[in-house]
């Protein structure tokens, strides 16, 4: 069927209403084919596509019935897999007089056992943390075995003259670094330096006096600086360990203190329990916040034998100053003591970026190799949140079987994405792009994610706000959801119960009924995206080398510096102009073949490699850009050109060699090597211009790209497969979207109910007209079959929309709480009412409508609502809408003269939460969290259309 654009324009807007339709879908009697398959999978999603929960198990205080309840409440929810995290219990919580369940002791082992048959006969997988908290560590832990850190303070001394200057006040300036009282601090290395430097030198060493308590200098004339190097030794405890597995973190640069410690989980479990890999999916590494740790026992002698050179001259110079704030990521004061010249300046960040390097190879080799090689000994798989200042940002997450994300739901979540930031507005984190790469470029289609991580949030987070996480998080790459989290916690116990963290998955939450809509909405969404390919033609190349000899290694999750400012937009832009991206290295530049305009790695493909301000390259790099470009690639240099190579051996002859080939590369190639300016503007209006520039075929071309819509292209042998969705929680948008698919059919797949519907379109079958409402996505999968139902049309009837004014009886529930019932003289957001500001629960509007010609109405719109809304009218139920707009077709139960209308609104428990003032677990989020009070009830205005 052919439509005006007018008329899809209405169809757009009441996409949300088909789900309550009672229409029957037409099934194809055609052979079975990958489609078909497809499809099933897609109506009844597997089990490995359904989201599974981290699975607190607060301060080991669990006991083996209540384990065995919590599975059955998870399995009912749709639920098919936990991750099994002991974790410290929250000290805002009474543990009444559950005993604590020490780590691998066999009590511990026990309850364990009981959850892995109890999950094995509800066929819920099960995964399992490292440890407990993170990172890992624990109180049995020798002192050779606990993380290590060499940190830097400095003192400007003026001279000449002699200072005596006591050991404890050259330790006190690096003191706060010791968060764990038994841990032990020492002076590791003493210069004095000129405090300019024209050319570097390493100054005076004083290092015979690092064991004296006084320390004597003779400070030459004019300004200097003494460096102060101090090592720390178990510095700090696991973050939130519970018994058994808290005290000082391991030290991950030890390979015999890792396989020590991975044993010891193994052993313990293969004893008690029997081999892991017949009751584990995987082993779990959360992400690394390894406290600024940078050294080993023979970090020193590494150092020489790889790099050449002695690190010791050089060592305070390149080391920056720890900052009080974020201490558990390594956040730096970037702050220079010295004023270098250039020259100088350009010596230290050579050997800085080699440091960064050693210190990443330690890290690979000796701890994450060595899990990796463990979970395949015990026939796990290995899933690791690859990120921190100690991973390859992509190659790392390349190696592991399941990588993993996260996304965090925050208040800002929702509204409008600002340019050149990674966070407002942005539930994904500038990790997801790297890890949805590394897997695509491993073959991987199982994307993992933790999921609606939440402290800022808790028990205010929306069901509407938590789709648009998931959506966001599916742009980005996921493929698979594990929820942040679900808290072991006793039925008996106070409400709210046990809260460890995270968004509240609890019975105990007003809108844990209708959660089960969300959960088959993303099972049906990863189904089909688990079994198809992400399709990507462009390449990023971003500039760590440089980067790290700058600033150093960045933890990736919430960099400190991002470069340049605009790295983790290009990728937004890319989609939302129609194209799709893959970050790459150049080490995986090394592994790629080239032909036919393209650079070819795994199965990838691409056509267009950026290179985003990359001034520092490997000396081979120049050779291989000149084979892509021999072959029509297009490369395009952004914002700078490369003119240098990296760390310090043979820098002169490669920074020549470097400079003079690209030079070279561009003259020998003037249309396919070039140089584009970096973004000003807007960046999608950026990219969009330079797409029009180089001719960059896009996969769907939208007419009106928007900061707030964007798409992600899947394909399968038979099918092109596009998710697009409109993150923003306000606004809507409508469009028309040309896609570059052939002659295929358009379908409707709705991940709501598992419906599909043929597309209308006007003239052409590959241009649609959409219309997006707010918080709205859709699954559109081209196909060649073309018979079928299509999708049902609502044409607008012209008639002038109805307001419906007070009075309204209302009844409101608050959480445990009689129901008391009131008048409302007009609709009103409740936490403008002092009196109602408090509210958590249901709230049931009722008003009598009198209606002379139904006919001129088909729609119920209830305007603003914060909150889930259901509608019934005259007796009859309508639906429930639990995002976007709330718009409802009342065709059938609207009748001529008296009409009865009950809307039920169900709020969230946030503003109840926070008048609990004597209750420590509520105000922990609420207070402590510094929540303010939250819209909510039906606003309006409440109309027939």
Not at 730 to 751: I, R, Y
Request: proline content about 5%; charged content about 25%.
């Amino acid at each position: 069927m052919k439509i005006s654009r007018r008329n899809f324009v209405r169809i757009g807007a009441l996409t949300p209403l088909v789900y309550s339709l009672p229409i029957s879908t037409k099934r194809l009697n055609a052979a079975e084919n990958s489609i078909s398959v497809l499809y099933r999978k897609f109506q009844n999603p597997p089990a490995e596509a359904r989201p599974f929960v981290r699975w607190w198990w607060n301060g080991g205080r669990v006991v083996k019935k209540e384990l065995i309840r919590e599975l059955d409440v998870l399995k009912t929810m749709g639920i098919s897999g936990v991750e099994i995290n002991t974790i410290a219990f929250p000290k805002w919580n009474n543990p009444t007089d559950y005993p604590a369940l020490h780590w691998l002791t066999e009590e511990w082992m026990g309850a364990l056992k009981t959850t892995l048959n109890a999950a094995k006969d509800r066929e819920i997988a099960c995964d399992v943390i490292v440890g407990s908290g993170w990172p890992f560590g624990g109180e049995f832990l020798e002192k050779d075995e606990q993380l290590q850190l060499v940190a830097v303070g400095t003192k400007k001394l003026e001279g000449p003259q002699q200072v005596i200057i006591a050991k404890e006040e050259l330790l006190a300036e690096t003191a706060f670094l010791l968060k764990r009282k038994s841990g032990t601090m020492e002076l590791f290395e003493l210069r004095l330096s000129a405090a300019h430097l024209d050319t570097f030198s390493p100054g005076v060493d004083l290092n015979a006096q690092i064991k004296s308590e006084a320390i004597i200098i003779d400070v030459p004339a004019g300004d200097h600086i003494l460096y102060t190097v101090v090592k720390l030794t178990g510095y700090s405890s696991v973050q939130y360990g519970a018994p058994g597995a808290s005290g000082p973190v391991l030290n991950h640069y030890n390979k015999a203190a890792v396989q020590r410690y991975l044993d010891r989980m193994s052993d313990a479990i293969t004893t008690s329990i029997g081999p892991m890999g017949d009751h584990f999916r995987s082993i779990f590494v959360d992400s690394m916040e390894l406290r600024g740790s940078n050294w080993c026992d023979d970090m020193a002698e590494q150092f020489l034998q790889r790099r050449g050179y002695s690190l010791e001259p050089y060592l305070p110079f390149i080391l920056f100053k720890l900052s009080q704030r974020n201490t558990h990521t390594g956040t730096q004061s970037l702050e220079s003591a010295l004023a270098l010249s250039p020259q100088a300046q350009e010596e230290i960040n050579r050997v800085r970026y080699d440091f960064e390097t050693t210190r990443l190879e330690l890290f690979h080799e000796r701890f994450f190799l060595t899990f990796l090689e463990w979970c395949k000994q015990h026939n796990v798989k290995s899933r690791v949140q690859a990120y921190g200042r100690e991973y390859y940002p992509l190659e790392s997450a390349m190696l592991v079987d399941i990588p993993d994300c996260e996304t965090w739901i925050r208040r800002d979540v929702g509204a409008d994405l600002p340019e050149g930031t990674f966070k407002t507005g942005r539930a994904y984190r500038p990790v997801n792009k790297f890890v949805s790469s590394a897997a695509r470029l491993t073959g991987k289609r199982v994307v993992s994610c933790e999921e609606v991580t939440n402290t800022d949030l808790v028990f205010n987070e929306t069901l509407e706000k938590i789709k648009i996480v998931g959506d966001q998080s599916i742009l980005s790459g996921v493929t698979h959801s594990i929820l942040h989290g679900f808290n072991y916690s006793p039925p008996e116990v106070s409400f709210p119960g046990w809260i460890r963290y995270g968004t509240y998955f609890s019975e105990r939450n007003t809108w844990w009924p209708y959660l089960k809509n969300w959960i088959d909405y993303k099972a049906r969404l990863s189904a089909v995206f688990q079994a198809s390919d992400m399709q990507s033609d462009i390449a990023i190349m971003f500039p760590f080398a440089d980067m790290w000899s700058d600033v150093g290694l960045q933890y990736q999750q919430v960099p400190q510096i991002v470069y340049p400012a605009y790295a983790n937009n290009i990728w937004e832009a890319i989609h939302q102009n129609g194209n799709g991206c893959d970050y790459i290295s150049e080490n995986i530049l090394k592994k790629c073949s080239f032909s036919a305009g393209r650079l070819h790695y795994n199965g990838r493909d691409y056509k267009t490699l950026l290179m985003a301000e990359l001034e520092s390259i490997d000396p081979e790099t120049p050779e291989l850009l000149r084979k892509f470009a021999a072959v029509g690639g297009q490369v395009i240099f952004i914002g700078k050109e490369p003119s240098k190579t990296f760390g310090r051996a043979g820098a002169q002859a490669n920074d020549q060699k470097v400079y003079r080939e690209i030079r070279t590369l561009k003259n020998d190639f003037p249309h396919n090597v070039t140089y584009y300016a970096a973004p000003q503007g807007k960046i999608i209006d950026w990219y969009a211009q330079l797409q029009s520039t180089y001719k960059l075929t896009p996969f769907v071309r939208f007419d009106r790209p928007v900061g707030h819509v964007s798409q992600v292209y899947y394909k399968t042998d038979q099918a092109d497969i596009f998710f697009i969705c409109n993150y923003h929680q306000e606004k809507g948008h409508q469009f028309t979207a040309t896609f570059n698919v052939g002659n295929k059919t358009a379908w409707l797949w709705n991940p709501e109910t598992g419906e599909k519907y043929r597309y209308p379109y006007s003239d052409e079958k590959n241009i649609l007209e959409i219309s997006l409402g707010p918080a709205q996505s859709i699954l559109i999968v081209f196909c060649p079959d073309a018979e079928g139902e299509e999708y049902p049309i609502q044409r607008k009837t012209g008639n002038r929309p109805y307001e419906i004014d007070g009075p309204w009886r209302v009844t409101l529930t608050n959480v445990n709480q009689d129901s008391k019932e009131t008048t409302f003289r007009q609709l009103v957001d409740l936490k403008e009412d002092p009196d109602l500001r408090s509210f958590g629960g249901i709230i049931f509007y009722e008003k009598q409508i009198q209606i002379d010609s139904p006919g001129k109405y088909a729609m119920l719109d209830l305007g603003k609502v914060y909150g889930i809304s259901e509608v019934e009218m005259n007796g009859r139920p309508i639906g429930f809408r639990w995002y976007g707009r709330h718009q409802y077709d009342i065709r059938k139960a609207l009748k001529y003269g008296e009409n009865t209308m009950k809307i039920k609104v169900t709020t969230t428990l946030g503003n109840y939460v926070k008048s609990l003032t004597a209750n420590a677990a509520a105000q922990q989020w609420t207070h402590t969290k510094a929540q303010s009070w939250h819209s909510s009830g039906l606003v309006g205005p409440v109309t027939l259309m």
